[in-house]
């Protein structure tokens, strides 16, 4: 099993950054490659950007290439998603999620954190 806690969500004007974490916890995370997701109101829920637990490989929704950054403290057991350039279309929960490197499916998954950008 493992655990996964968001955090850093908050409101910022449009323009402005948030970081937010995602701290893991539970069985050992080295065939891990964790995500982020979002999700907006009354939209289906959508792949933000990925960072294997072992490697650099890391992946970026068209949309949020050249303003979001994923990057993990193997320390902490934490990844973030760093966010400048924010735009009121990013306004949604965002979830980060965990899944077995040689499956396609996500299958653990935090409660989510409320990101709103006001314009």
């Known amino acids: 099993q493992v655990q996964l806690v968001e955090s850093g969500g908050g409101l910022v004007q449009s323009g402005g950054s948030l970081r937010l974490s995602c701290a893991a916890s539970?069985?050992?995370?080295?065939?891990?490659?964790i995500g982020w997701f979002r999700q907006a109101p009354e939209k289906e829920r959508e792949f933000v950007a990925s960072?294997?637990?072992?490697?650099?490989?890391?992946r970026y929704a068209d949309s949020v290439k050249g303003r979001f950054t994923i990057s993990r403290d193997n320390a902490k057991n934490t990844v973030y998603l760093q966010m400048t350039s924010l735009k009121p279309e990013d306004t949604a929960v965002y979830y980060c999620?965990?899944?077995?490197?040689?499956?396609?499916?996500?299958?653990?998954w935090g409660q989510g954190t409320q990101v709103t950008v006001s314009s």
């Open positions: 960072i294997p637990w072992s490697g650099t490989n890391t």
């Open positions: 999620a965990a899944r077995i490197v040689t499956f396609a499916d996500y299958r653990y």
């Open positions: 539970g069985r050992t995370f080295s065939d891990l490659v």
